[in-house]
DNA sequence: TATTGTGAAGCCTTTCACAGCA
DNA sequence: TGCTGTGAAAGGCTTCACAATA
């Protein structure tokens, strides 16, 4: 851990973004792409693009670009999701059971392994009949056994908000080491779990704040 | 339009977290909140939480803290979310539908209006079963009249990566204003089209860059 | 007394220009 | 020749300390 130096904040977050670009060039057989050729499918600068992949290691080729498929595992090494990750979804509204099924995480080594609701009975019907049983609904008195057994670090909320906080606590108690909270309230963790709140309202109203001013 | 002096990025991405905040604390029946109550509840310091009020006037009470209402309507206003934004999903599968339905939209004066899927027929079925018909699902194919019709003025895709860019351009085409890519694949739109992608795996990748450096 | 509003300092991030190299 | 890697400069953002004031 902390292997590699100091990375601003801001390049950690672009650096996700650079992997859906390298997905995407992967997809169409791209072997090279250059710092350009990244900068424009990520709506950033060359050089910025050149400076952030220069934090962890000089590995493209002057005159050429970057390898990326090469450079694609770099990143997922630096974010550290070169490994499965083991996570529990709570809350199976719409959203959460939507999350169940998401391709996209299993495509990138997310593995939902356990899903809880406070009424389990009434949730298993509405998904069984669209998308199968991807993983067997829990009632929620259970969490904290099965989080333990099935090595589970990562909890994702889809409560609704009133919940969130004491479904965090429930989550925080059970050892996750991470909680990416889906619900349109805050939550706040202790220090040692690390907490990522995703508003969907909020990039909307970012993307209406451009749109207006 | 452009009303305020020029707002830094970072500010106008708190800005919203503020906003789930005062909800937050408005629901608690809270009249008054200081600066360090508010970086508090959303994880930043007290006089960033001053500073970025203050690109917007002086509004708070010296000795007291902010007033919560008001400053809620002040945020909203800054926003440009202090009337309704009409908004269409494309790409009925989980996620889309999950977004119909999504209560806090409504609560937030974003109104989804229009719904598009390219097999409209396969997906009213599993809608309606579970949430009611909330928006009828229509063929992509009348997606521009129906737009412009209904004055449309954010899109949201929720197709797979695949269909993406061409959705994006076809709601460019039908005048939309904005966009909003929820499909894990980048999407590229000319400058007066405004776009910002909301890739749940990054939020992820995020988190476990920090669980894990 | 408590808490805001703010200039100035410090820190972090981006941009630039170009040396270095395939 | 073309594109990377990078030091230095510029720019932007955050923090601090404290004057202002309800």
Same mark, same amino acid.
């Given at each position: 851990?902390?292997?590699?130096?100091?990375?601003?904040? +801001?390049?950690?977050?672009?650096?996700?973004?650079? @992997?859906?670009?390298?997905?995407?060039?992967?997809?169409?057989?791209?072997? =090279?792409?250059?710092?350009?050729?990244?900068?424009? #499918?990520?709506? !950033?600068? +060359?050089?910025?693009?050149?400076?952030? $992949?220069? /934090?962890? *290691?000089?590995? %493209?080729?002057? %005159?050429?670009?970057?390898? !990326?498929?090469?450079?694609?595992?770099? &990143?997922?090494? &630096?974010? *550290?999701?070169?490994?499965?990750?083991?996570? +529990?979804?709570?809350? &199976? %509204?719409?959203?959460?059971? +939507?999350?169940?099924? /998401?391709?996209? $995480?299993?495509?990138?080594?997310?593995?939902?392994?356990?899903?809880?609701?406070?009424?389990?009975?009434?949730?298993? *019907?509405?998904?069984?009949?669209?998308?199968?049983?991807?993983?067997?609904? #829990?009632?929620?008195?259970? @969490?904290?056994?099965?989080?333990?057994?099935?090595?589970?670090?990562?909890? &994702?909320?889809?409560?609704?908000?009133?919940?969130?906080?004491? =479904?965090?606590?429930? @989550?925080?108690?059970?050892?996750?080491? *991470?909680?990416?909270?889906?619900?349109?309230?805050? =939550?706040?963790?202790?220090?040692?779990?690390?907490?990522?709140? #995703? $508003? $969907?309202?909020?990039?909307?109203?970012?993307?209406? /704040? /451009?749109?207006?001013?």
């Amino acid at each position: 851990m902390a292997k590699y130096a100091k990375i601003p904040e +801001a390049t950690v977050r672009r650096l996700s973004n650079y @992997l859906k670009c390298l997905i995407d060039l992967e997809s169409r057989s791209e072997k =090279v792409a250059s710092s350009a050729l990244i900068a424009n #499918l990520c709506n !950033v600068n +060359a050089p910025q693009v050149r400076k952030d $992949f220069a /934090y962890f *290691g000089e590995f %493209g080729i002057r %005159g050429m670009g970057y390898n !990326v498929k090469e450079l694609k595992r770099h &990143i997922k090494e &630096i974010l *550290g999701i070169n490994r499965e990750w083991r996570i +529990a979804v709570v809350g &199976i %509204g719409n959203m959460g059971s +939507a999350l169940l099924v /998401y391709k996209d $995480f299993l495509k990138q080594n997310y593995k939902i392994v356990a899903a809880f609701d406070i009424v389990p009975e009434k949730v298993i *019907g509405h998904i069984s009949e669209r998308v199968g049983k991807p993983v067997e609904i #829990l009632h929620i008195d259970r @969490l904290k056994e099965v989080i333990k057994a099935r090595n589970v670090e990562i909890g &994702i909320i889809t409560t609704p908000p009133g919940a969130a906080q004491t =479904v965090a606590d429930l @989550l925080i108690d059970a050892n996750v080491k *991470g909680i990416l909270n889906f619900s349109p309230a805050p =939550v706040k963790t202790p220090d040692h779990v690390k907490l990522r709140n #995703l $508003f $969907f309202t909020s990039a909307l109203d970012n993307l209406v /704040y /451009y749109m207006t001013n």
